[in-house]
């Protein structure tokens, strides 16, 4: 998963074992979405494994400042992980991720469903059952029909083409070739056949092969409802009809959106949510150096985007007690990392890939991204927080975090390039992080004879114009392409399909950079996909990893953190770990 | 001079004409000629992970499918026509000028373009206006008391201004005035009609920032127009007509140093209405300027040939508005 547009796994120091369904914080929810914690809790990374200032005081305006706008605030076609997140505070998917801190926050819970999907059919048919009396804003009883049109309008990829596409080809019935509800009005907008309503309150999935993390899938905001006479296509962004805590209010397209209480939500019905500021402002494309700067201030109570404070900040946090007192370090969720491509010369042979995995300086690679708080240096692709996940070092990146010229050369001569190679680089120009680490990585290779030429392009065609078009890749002797991930959920195949399966790749948008096609790999995440025994699915994780770290497929750089800076007003704060930031479904300010 | 108006708006027409064409070409053949095609351009409005299936989708629903002729017709005629677009739900109708829909929101532009507007041209006019007068007043004082302690001031002050780029002094001022010493806190954008007081208050630092860079310029300007004309053998003869100094130095001496005032007034306002994109992105003012770093960075075409054009309309119209005041200020010149 990109860093910017994409969806962020949290994780929380010294996570162990990750497993779905073990609920070890000490939180408990109340109605009303608000954990407890003992009193006084407070220090730096304290929100990472408690809630500071929990209260159930009501009232004030909670600011959100963003330095950039939505992709969409439509539930239906968003994918950035701040939105997931925001959008909880507006709608309610049949699943989401129990609001707590520390590994509890990794559950998937109910939300709009009564209890996760029953299984059957083999594995192919998944049924949930809605509470009866959540309603829409306007006081109508949401019914299993709505949350079907609400997946149904999810295949217009013409109207709503930046959500997920997992409906598209997990579904069974006529998903494949299904228009979508617009293009199918003369009929009765019902016309998935993947989807059955046999009453207002089931609704049944036909899948057209098993998949066992389809609570996941249902935990994505697409599966928000929306009523067909209120929906307005492609203008339903500017006023989602509300099924959460709050409703819009106004919305500026890209400039500022106001949410205020809903009056037809019920906190009995939505424990993972509150319902206690008065108002909920975010104001868009702001300067970055301006948020952090309002945040400190107190004019500001929120950076929406949750990626961590910029350089200028940092420093003053960190070299100030009282605000690092203030201030949390989670690990984001994010693996930075340098994918090797598998299918060019000489790279093509996983000794000349291994050679770069030891000469590669993690040292260096971890200052490019700021350091300790920065990251914390990878010696697997996965990040700790993946369930299932186990440490090993395959090519001594922690216990040898400078690099190991020796083994590099060895593994060159293994490869039949004992002086070394050319290659060329390619990295987001406009981030100025990946910068500095492409650069780092040169010099580090250059020291084993692997000559690199540095080619960097923008994020906004960086997949679809440069790094992730194969072709563009091999015409131009592309062997090392920067990126990063974080998963859509936070098992292993949520974290790997995308970035390690030979079907993924693709001509152009690829994100299997090193287009490795292991059919190792390519099997474990078919069994994974299939398996519904928690403990042996989970277990896939760590031998996927595994087999692409012998593949030499990555070179893992850091797992990335996030310097987040907690207003001293704001109540009900913690780490959610899923989001990688502070949940945002559950704060308030003091009275 | 009505015909010569005439004549010149017509050329408007053409020349805007011909920057939207040059816009078009940029942004479709300058990267085909890298080897980009359409499905990777259409690949970038998808979101992650894109399915064959959805581009082909995307690319139907922004009609980059068609040939790029078509496109630039579709686009021609939806601004003077107006044109239709599926919304899903239903045809939304886009009334001209329709620059169409952005590739990314698939919302119309032309009505975000005039919602940031507003943010532009109070941001521009009123630094035009303390910049314009603090700047010349200052050239005029500095150049009739030439050498002295005041000249010599003012002029390595305007130094320091025209050295000093808007990002430094933006964010100094915000340190200073808005984050240490709240005296202007929370700078953002209030409409006129909504609070005219607090629509000010927020403007004060933006205003100063960008207008000291350019009063700057103004000074050093009009100081060697100044200097230049009241050494005139004309003046000299004003001033031994008896007429009084102070119809000597307007009338006389600063009504000729203008016309290159005048001139690059003309142009620097055209640019500045056209969006002064540092300015707004320090102070995170959402106006023209944000508008087309955002629309540059998502690769976003109507939403860039919407403000191309919109600036190139602004900086046309602000020099035939120059050309005409030549006219006042110069009796030779006739139209």
């Known amino acids: ?591 | 001079m009505i015909t010569f108006v005439i004549r010149r708006l017509f050329a408007t027409v053409f020349l805007l004409i011909v920057v939207s064409a040059i816009t078009f070409a940029i942004f479709f053949i300058i990267p085909r000629l890298a080897g980009q095609n359409t499905y990777q351009l259409a690949t970038e409005y998808v979101g992650r992970n894109p399915t064959r299936q959805a581009v082909l989708q995307i690319e139907a629903q922004l009609g980059l499918d068609h040939p790029l002729w078509v496109q630039y017709g579709n686009f021609l005629k939806g601004i003077v026509l107006g044109t239709h677009y599926n919304a899903g739900t239903n045809t939304a109708y886009c009334p001209p000028p329709c620059f169409g829909y952005s590739f990314r929101t698939q919302q119309p532009v032309w009505p975000q373009m005039v919602s940031d507007l507003p943010v532009t041209l109070s941001l521009a006019i009123g630094a035009a206006i303390i910049w314009l007068v603090s700047g010349v007043s200052i050239g005029i004082i500095s150049a009739l008391k030439r050498g002295t302690l005041f000249d010599r001031f003012s002029m390595s002050v305007a130094l320091v201004g025209v050295s000093l780029p808007i990002f430094f002094t933006g964010l100094i001022s915000l340190e200073l005035f808005s984050y240490k010493w709240p005296i202007f806190p929370n700078v953002t954008f209030v409409p006129f009609s909504t609070n005219p007081l607090l629509w000010a208050r927020n403007l004060v630092l933006p205003w100063l920032c960008l207008s000291f860079l350019y009063a700057a310029l103004y000074a050093r300007l009009t100081r060697a127009g100044m200097l230049e004309t009241m050494s005139e053998d004309y003046i000299r003869t004003a001033r031994s007509k008896g007429l009084p100094e102070r119809t000597v130095i307007f009338k006389h001496g600063l009504r000729a140093a203008l016309t290159p005032i005048v001139t690059i007034f003309g142009m620097d306002l055209g640019l500045l209405l056209g969006g002064a994109i540092i300015t707004e992105v320090t102070f995170s003012l959402h106006g023209l300027g944000l508008f087309t770093v955002e629309a540059v960075q998502n690769q976003d075409l109507p939403e860039i040939l919407g403000v191309t054009l919109l600036a190139a309309f602004f900086i046309v119209i602000a020099n035939l508005v120059v050309d005409i005041l030549y006219a006042v200020l110069d009796p030779r010149v006739k139209y």
Request: glycine share 8%.
């Open chain 1, 1 to 591: 998963m990109t860093r910017r547009r994409t969806f962020g796994v949290a994780a929380f120091a010294a996570a162990a074992a990750l497993v779905l369904g073990a609920c070890s914080s000490s939180s408990s929810s109340s109605s009303s979405g608000t954990p407890t914690s003992s009193p006084g809790t407070t220090g730096f990374n304290a929100a990472v494994t408690n809630v500071i200032n929990p209260s159930t005081a009501k009232g004030g305006t909670i600011n959100f400042g963003n330095s950039s706008a939505p992709d969409s605030t439509d539930p239906g076609n968003t994918y950035y992980a701040y939105m997931w997140n925001f959008t909880r505070l507006y709608v309610m998917p049949l699943m989401t991720y129990k609001s707590c801190p520390g590994s509890c926050g990794l559950q998937v819970v109910p939300d709009l469903a009564t209890a996760p999907g029953v299984v059957s059919d083999n594995g192919l048919t998944w049924t949930y059952h809605i509470q009866p009396d959540v309603k829409f804003e306007d006081g109508t009883v949401v019914t299993t029909a709505d949350v079907k049109y609400a997946v149904e309008r999810t295949f217009d990829r013409g109207l709503f083409p930046l959500g997920p596409a997992y409906f598209t080809f997990l579904l069974g019935g006529n998903a494949a070739t299904y228009p979508g509800p617009y293009k199918d009005r003369a009929k009765n907008l019902m016309g998935l056949t993947a989807i059955d309503t046999p009453n207002t309150t089931t609704i049944v999935f036909h899948l057209a092969k098993p998949f066992a993390d389809f609570n996941y899938v249902a935990a994505i905001p697409q599966t928000a409802p929306v009523p067909p006479a209120k929906d307005t296509g492609a203008n339903y962004q500017l006023h989602p009809i509300s099924t959460g805590p709050y409703m819009f209010q106004s919305y500026q397209l890209n400039k500022e959106l106001v949410l205020v209480p809903n009056p037809n939500w019920q906190a009995s019905t939505d424990p993972n949510a509150s319902q206690l500021a008065s108002k909920i402002t975010m104001t868009m494309n702001m300067n970055a150096n301006d948020i952090d700067n309002r945040l400190l201030a107190g004019d500001l109570q929120v950076d929406a985007a949750g990626t961590g404070v910029q350089a200028a900040a940092r420093s003053r946090i960190l070299s100030t007690p009282s605000l690092k007192a203030q201030s949390d370090d989670p690990l984001a969720g994010f693996t930075w990392f340098a994918a090797l491509n598998t299918t060019l010369a000489p790279l093509n042979n996983a000794h000349c890939r291994m050679a770069i995995e030891y000469a590669a300086s993690k040292t260096n690679y971890q200052d490019a991204y700021g350091g300790p708080i920065g990251g914390a240096i990878a010696s697997t692709v996965a990040p700790p927080n993946t369930v299932g996940y186990k440490p090993f070092d395959l090519y001594d990146a922690t216990t040898d975090p400078n690099g190991n010229i020796a083994k590099a050369k060895q593994e060159l001569a293994a490869c039949g390039q004992p002086n070394g190679f050319t290659t060329g680089i390619t990295y987001r120009s406009d981030r100025p992080k990946e910068v500095a680490a492409a650069e780092a990585l040169q010099a580090s290779l250059a020291q084993v004879g692997i000559k690199t030429t540095l080619h960097g392009f923008p994020t906004s065609t960086y997949d679809g114009d440069f790094a992730g078009v194969p072709k563009y890749e091999a015409q131009h002797d592309i062997g090392i392409s920067f990126y990063g991930w974080a998963a859509d959920w936070p098992d292993g195949w949520g974290f790997f399909f995308y970035i390690v399966d030979g079907t993924a790749i693709s001509p152009a948008g690829n994100t299997n950079l090193a287009q490795l096609n292991d059919p190792v790999v390519n099997n474990l995440l078919t069994k994974m996909a299939a398996t519904t025994d928690d403990a042996t699915r989970n277990s896939y994780t760590s031998q996927i990893d595994m087999q692409v770290m012998k593949d030499a497929a990555i070179l893992p750089g850091v797992y990335a953190k996030s310097l987040l800076y907690r207003g001293p007003t704001l109540t009900n704060v913690y780490v959610q770990p899923y989001y990688g930031m502070y949940n945002y479904a559950v704060l308030g300010l003091k009275s």
